[in-house]
């Protein structure tokens, strides 16, 4: 398992977003509040986010915990971004990949991260692995189920599917396969964020020009809403759409926004 956000708006430090608030990324990698599976995330840690003028993300990754690590505590106080997306890892099985198996994942423009686990792993995935072109399977960043999962999602968007549609369709491929998997899936380009929200916990806190995504709240503002379980969510700087996932995108409503204070 893991915590994971994802943050569009005006420009910030990463430290605003992910060290100073009172529940933040960074101290809910040892105290989460509402995480369901596991206790402490110590197992890696990533940040992906966005300069100006760059579609492609830069990232920042690390096989160990985020508390410890001095320069993260550096780059996150000079950093600014109008995007980001990061995490922190409790790894469901250990591994060898170090800082590869972290999310963030990227390609292209995108970064993904997934909170929860494939049950069954890797037997169960066999037949969806066989779905990929060799060479993208040959390209797995690491040997565990995020990895594979994302490969799944991007081979989507790559031939051309929207963000929600490509996890969504995600998410429903792996629960066949694999039932009781956990799969709560994060994806941003900088411009858009989709998640899906299914097994585990997953919030929003949107007003006008700013959207945050997450795992839980990083702070108790009561303007943070819980996405329900099954559901997709799609956000940009301007709206939040919730879609119940297997139902048609014209179910799509929109979800509410807090009012840009005065």
Not at 47 to 56: I, L, N, Q, R, T
Not at 155 to 163: A, I, M, Q, V
Not at 170 to 179: K, N, R
Request: proline share 8%.
């Amino acid at each position: 398992m893991c915590r994971h956000l994802a943050y569009l708006g005006p420009a910030l430090p990463l430290g605003r977003l992910l060290v100073e608030p009172a529940h933040s990324l960074h101290r809910q990698s040892w105290a989460p509040r509402h995480q369901r599976y596991g206790t402490v995330n110590a197992d890696g840690f990533g940040v992906g986010w966005y300069a100006a003028g760059d579609p492609a993300p830069a990232r920042y990754r690390r096989a160990g915990p985020i508390w410890a690590d001095l320069s993260f505590a550096d780059l996150a106080r000079v950093v600014r971004t109008t995007a980001l997306l990061a995490a922190v890892r409790d790894a469901t099985l250990a591994g060898a990949d170090a800082e590869a198996a972290a999310a963030p994942f990227a390609a292209g423009p995108w970064l993904f991260s997934h909170n929860g686990a494939v049950a069954g792993w890797p037997r169960t995935m066999a037949a969806a692995a066989r779905t990929l072109p060799p060479e993208e399977l040959l390209s797995l960043e690491a040997r565990n189920d995020s990895a594979l999962v994302w490969a799944l999602a991007l081979h989507r968007l790559r031939r051309g599917d929207e963000p929600g549609r490509a996890l969504a369709d995600t998410v429903l491929d792996v629960a066949a396969a694999a039932p009781h998997s956990r799969l709560n899936l994060l994806l941003t380009d900088g411009e858009t964020i989709a998640a899906t929200a299914w097994g585990d916990t997953l919030w929003y806190l949107a007003e006008s020009g700013r959207a945050v995504v997450a795992s839980e709240p990083y702070d108790d503002d009561p303007h943070w809403l819980q996405v329900p379980d099954r559901t997709l969510l799609v956000a940009s700087r301007a709206e939040v759409l919730l879609t119940p996932i297997g139902e048609p995108s014209t179910e799509a409503v929109p979800a509410p926004l807090k009012e840009p204070c005065s």
